[in-house]
């Protein structure tokens, strides 16, 4: 299997982190108060929303939370049976959710950023899906705890494991990937608020770029792996 190192891997997924903090930023202040990747936060609004009997923001909810199932449910049946790493499946995988997130930018813009209610649980139902997609297109290249979405447990072990050994070094990867979803949130919130219409470009844009270097990085894998065939 000719897949991208482990080092370059892990700075796709950090580039993956980034795009989220895009679109979470989107969906949480502009799509009903909802997150695309938090499933926690998600279901304790779902809770609140059964409590209050507040059916608008019990959809939302159900639209957040079944969206991200069915997207994990999708990428999962391809990959299945496909080994750790970064192969065609797995390009495949990530191009539908590349696909979303173009949806999602077309919608965003066609709306002038202002989606009604309605049309919000549609990008919203987007959103979901597509980083539901993430989740497993990341667990599947392999690296161990990666995560590029909801990143509670890479906090949780990244503080655990410098309160366990504190001479050893972080968890670079996870350190990037935390601050990824920070800067994506941060420069999402700045275009919402300076060009709102295409706060959702660069998530599209990054995940794309992520694809064609992942497929740069394995044809090259590939050729040096022939070069050093014995002839």
């Not at 950090?14 to 949480?28: E, Q, R, T, Y």
């Not at 504190?166 to 990037?176: L, Y």
């Amino acid at each position: 299997m000719h897949a991208p190192s482990t080092r370059a891997t892990a700075w796709l997924l950090v580039a993956l982190a980034a795009a989220s903090g895009f679109i979470d930023v989107i969906c949480l202040t502009r799509l009903n108060g909802y997150f695309a990747s938090v499933i926690t936060g998600n279901l304790v609004h779902f809770g609140h929303a059964l409590a209050t009997a507040n059916a608008r923001s019990l959809a939302g909810a159900v639209v957040a939370v079944g969206g991200y199932a069915v997207g994990v449910a999708a990428a999962t049946v391809p990959l299945r049976h496909t080994p750790p790493g970064w192969n065609r499946r797995t390009a495949v995988v990530t191009s539908a959710e590349a696909a979303l997130l173009l949806g999602f930018t077309v919608g965003w813009l066609a709306c002038s950023a202002r989606p009604g209610y309605g049309f919000g649980l549609v990008l919203l139902a987007m959103a979901a899906v597509s980083s539901g997609i993430q989740s497993v297109i990341t667990v599947a290249t392999g690296i161990r705890g990666a995560s590029t979405t909801y990143l509670t447990g890479s906090l949780t072990e990244l503080v655990r494991r410098r309160v366990v050994d504190p001479h050893r070094f972080a968890d670079v990867g996870g350190v990037g990937r935390l601050a990824g979803l920070v800067v994506g949130a941060v420069l999402g919130t700045v275009l919402l608020r300076t060009a709102p219409s295409w706060a959702s470009v660069p998530a599209a844009v990054l995940v794309v770029v992520v694809i064609a270097f992942a497929i740069s990085l394995t044809q090259r894998a590939r050729t040096a792996a022939g070069r050093s065939q014995p002839r």
